[in-house]
């Protein structure tokens, strides 16, 4: 299968500590985003990345979040001191630049304790 | 701000009839529409997409229709099977690849 994986597929943590996930793109692909849903609701936009270069990040992405795509292949989104808002499902999708489709992985269910 | 949004929450069809999925987007200057469906515990799955320089386009037992005028866009299912039942997402985007603006949804139920 050659999709967009992530990693881990579920994720428990305490409050307050950090957690770091991981998206590989489909390989051809130069675009990768990263989305958050809850429960009942549609992912919504947090930042995403033509190549190594960071494009656009979304409000919803405070000073807590980090994204980084070092090589143009894969990438992490990390979270500093994790809170209970925090608590959802990451999701990470790929494209070719220029409106190509955005094909999604399966998601990070993050749960905080 | 300016989202897509959903009409019904909940569609139920009975398994051969064909469904209807509704969406409204508040965005003139979108360009690109996009259905997705999206099974419990797994990401959303592409199902058909529409340029808004066209008003329908046709996949596999699949149609989407776009109506501008109104900004509304419709999915429709032709001979809706069990395998249907999941959660559709309208999304749209309106700067050539970047990010996509998702619906709540629609959960579509087929009963047998």
């Known amino acids: 299968d050659t999709g967009v994986s992530q990693d881990p597929r579920h994720k428990i943590t305490k409050r307050g500590q950090n957690v770091t996930f991981r998206c590989d793109p489909i390989?051809?692909?130069?675009?990768l985003y990263w989305y958050r849903q809850t429960l009942g609701q549609g992912p919504e936009f947090l930042t995403y990345?033509?190549?190594?270069?960071?494009?656009?990040k979304s409000r919803l992405l405070s000073d807590r979040f980090s994204a980084e795509r070092p090589k143009g292949s894969f990438s992490t989104l990390e979270i500093q001191r994790t809170e209970q808002g925090d608590s959802a499902m990451y999701l990470c999708?790929?494209?070719?630049?220029?409106?190509?489709?955005?094909?999604f992985g399966d998601g990070t269910r993050l749960s905080i304790l | 701000g300016e989202s897509v949004g959903l009409h019904l929450p909940t569609l139920s069809v009975q398994e051969g009839d064909n469904s209807i999925i509704n969406c409204a987007y508040s965005?003139?200057?979108?360009?690109?529409f996009i259905w997705y469906k999206q099974e419990s515990g797994k990401g959303p799955q592409f199902i058909i997409d529409?340029?808004?320089?066209?008003d329908k386009r046709q996949g596999q037992r699949v149609t989407v229709l776009l109506n501008k005028t109104v900004k509304h866009l419709s999915l429709q299912i032709a001979a809706t099977q069990p395998g249907d039942s999941a959660v559709y997402f309208c999304?749209?985007?309106?700067?050539?690849?970047?990010?996509?603006?998702f619906g709540q949804g629609t959960e579509l139920s087929v009963k047998p």
């Open positions: 390989s051809e692909h130069n675009r």
């Open positions: 965005n003139s200057a979108s360009d690109y």
């Open positions: 999708a790929s494209s070719l630049a220029l409106a190509g489709t955005q094909h």
């Open positions: 990345f033509q190549n190594e270069a960071q494009l656009e």
């Open positions: 999304a749209e985007n309106y700067n050539q690849g970047g990010k996509l603006i």
């Open positions: 529409i340029r808004s320089n066209m």
